[in-house]
């Protein structure tokens, strides 16, 4: 069964930092995209941030571009979040994906076709 356990979500201050990891399990996700997405209350699920299966193309929302940035570890099918500058409109649930498709590059890239999903760690940024 596979599964991806999200942590390291919390409260934090404006101007803060987070670190998110997702940890797979019950599969190896060494040849697929793997990336972050989150919703707001109120508002649609959204797409933060993908990776490819090396680690050495990656891809983020506009809002986020130059303050997020999102790794990998493949000998421990992990997929990391650096947030910094942390800003009150980042404040959302944020979910892990993993093995789907790259779209809209290079315009407005997401991540599509999504097969796995993780549960969500909360992020909140306050002002």
């Known amino acids: 069964q596979v599964q991806l356990v999200e942590s390291g979500g919390g409260l934090v201050q404006a101007g803060g930092f987070l670190r998110l990891s997702c940890a797979a399990s019950?599969?190896?996700?060494?040849?697929?995209?793997m990336g972050w997405f989150r919703q707001a209350p109120g508002k649609e699920r959204t797409f933060v941030s993908a990776v490819n299966w090396s680690g050495r193309l990656t891809y983020y929302a506009d809002s986020v571009k130059g303050r997020f940035t999102i790794s990998r570890d493949n000998a421990k099918n992990t997929v990391y979040l650096q947030m910094t500058s942390l800003k009150p409109e980042d404040t959302a649930v944020y979910y892990c994906?993993?093995?789907?498709?790259?779209?809209?590059?290079?315009?407005?890239?997401?991540?599509?076709?999504?097969?796995?999903w993780g549960q969500g760690t909360q992020v909140t940024v306050s002002s």
């Open positions: 994906a993993a093995d789907g498709l790259i779209g809209g590059y290079p315009n407005t890239p997401t991540m599509t076709e999504v097969r796995y």
């Open positions: 019950g599969r190896p996700f060494n040849t697929t995209y």
